[in-house]
């Protein structure tokens, strides 16, 4: 079977390169190893109840009418209306560090009156940083990497201020430890702080089944548990893909969203031409804990809390199975208008070493996760009101979950720390979206799909 374009992996990116593709008369398969969709941004069922994966917000929150901003040019590329995807706003959200809190909503006003009242000398330069963001071109291909934490103190003295802005950025998208580029520092600031969160009223399916139905309602085909294993190259292009089924089909254009040294390892003249770049080495933890009240009855209102127990932030692979001293703590209850939730729910989050994990055998990794979660649940309690007693169940994923359902290498969440803006490869037909090409977050990921269909397809038309 020959196509157009074949895209691998049917995540947000190459949901978004589906249906711009299939727009403008591309006849188009996307290929999913897993029989759900979506790859980092799924969903299941489990036990009777409907879980998220991944999603803890939708960043970039743009308000109806909104002409200007990610959300709206990705509404307006994949002609999707505001109301498909039923977003409900955050109440707000918290950086807890010690002594010290910085409360953000939707708009800014309130980051920058809380910056103001815990560090008032640093006021000044966070309104200059601020304007300068604004003002900063974060989309562009072309961009020279530097290093934030630079970049933040030509504006700002107190470490700890730096630190807490960097947590929650670093936390929603950085793959490179103790650091970030300045350019995805950006990104990401303008996504939380200038624009905010909101959630689809019914989760993540919400967003998943409008993609999909609009892009199977273009006549774009999407074959699930058809995994990719080998890319045969021919004269410096892809020639052929072979299925693990066996199968074999063609295509003139292909793009992958599953990430850049995983989709070049495997070419069939790999070991001729092994792929370069660093993998990459961060990973999480996370346990999702249902009550039988509202986090709102406990007393907690943020939606999510992004902490530290320590002065310093530290962002890096732990050397055991997890860093409880940081983490996120998400709760969906708390968006406006979210009463239709039968259940409150507590989400945590932790820095994971891969490594420690793939070592243990069945019963020590079992045991393991009931141990983290423990740990992790200690800290989280100083940040968010005592709620284990309230548990009525709690399911628990790790870097090995994460690895099998994105098959991202070390299960890195957020790839390989390097991107590859331009999306290009060493083979003239193979281009790369979603994690590794570099736009973050569930928008950006949208945006991705959307700007390489445009850049490498639709524009040599």
């Keep these: 079977m020959h196509y157009d374009t074949v895209i691998i992996g049917a995540g947000m990116s190459g949901l978004a390169a589906g249906i711009r ?75 807890r560090f010690p002594g010290k809190k910085l409360r953000f909503d939707n708009g800014g006003a309130l980051l920058v009156s809380d910056v103001a009242e815990q560090f008032p000398h640093q006021i000044d330069g966070f309104a200059r940083l601020w304007a300068d963001v604004e003002a900063y071109d974060d989309v562009a291909i072309d961009v020279t990497p530097r290093s934030s934490r630079k970049v933040l103190a030509e504006y700002i003295s107190d470490p700890m201020l730096i630190d807490m802005l960097l947590c929650p950025l670093m936390f929603y998208g950085n793959a490179q430890e103790q650091d970030m580029d300045f350019t995805h520092f950006v ?168 490594d420690r994990w793939s070592a243990l055998d069945a019963d020590a990794y079992k045991q393991a996760k009931r141990d983290c979660y423990k740990h992790i649940a200690d800290t989280a309690i100083k940040y968010v009101p005592e709620f284990r007693q309230r548990v009525t169940f709690t399911d628990f994923f790790t870097p090995l979950t994460i690895e099998r359902f994105t098959g991202h290498l070390n299960g890195a969440v957020y790839g390989a720390p390097s991107k590859r803006r331009d999306g290009c490869t060493r083979l003239k037909n193979l281009f790369i979206c979603g994690t590794d090409q570099g736009f973050l977050g569930i928008v950006g990921a949208l945006l991705s799909g959307i700007s390489m269909a445009n850049m490498h397809v639709l524009a040599k038309q």
């Design 21 to 95: 593709l299939a727009y403008f008369d591309q006849r188009v398969c996307i290929l999913e190893r897993h029989e759900v969709y979506g790859g980092l941004n799924s969903f299941y069922t489990l036990q009777g109840r409907q879980f998220d994966v991944g999603l803890h917000a939708l960043t970039n929150y743009a308000p109806k009418g909104t002409k200007q901003g990610p959300l709206p040019k990705l509404l307006r590329q994949l002609r999707i209306s505001h109301d498909e995807f039923d977003l409900r706003e955050q109440n707000f959200s918290e950086i």
């Design 187 to 354: 990104t990401l600031f303008k996504s939380l702080y200038c624009q905010g969160f909101a959630r689809p009223r019914d989760g993540v399916r919400a967003i998943l089944k409008t993609l999909v139905r609009k892009y199977k309602g273009l006549g774009g085909k999407l074959r699930t548990r058809s995994g990719v294993q080998r890319l045969e190259i021919s004269n410096g292009q892809v020639a052929s893909l072979v299925l693990d089924s066996g199968e074999t089909i063609t295509a003139n254009t292909i793009f992958s969203s599953a990430g850049y040294i995983e989709t070049m390892r495997l070419c069939s003249d790999a070991d001729q031409s092994p792929p370069t770049g660093e993998v990459g080495r961060l990973s999480f933890v996370e346990s999702i804990s249902c009550l039988d009240c509202t986090p709102a009855e406990l007393g907690h209102q943020p939606a999510i809390v992004f902490f530290s127990d320590m002065d310093h932030f530290e962002y890096a692979r732990p050397d055991g199975l997890i860093d409880p001293r940081s983490g996120v703590i998400c709760c969906p209850n708390n968006y406006r208008d979210h009463e239709h939730l039968t259940e409150g729910m507590v989400r945590l989050t932790s820095l994971a070493n891969y």
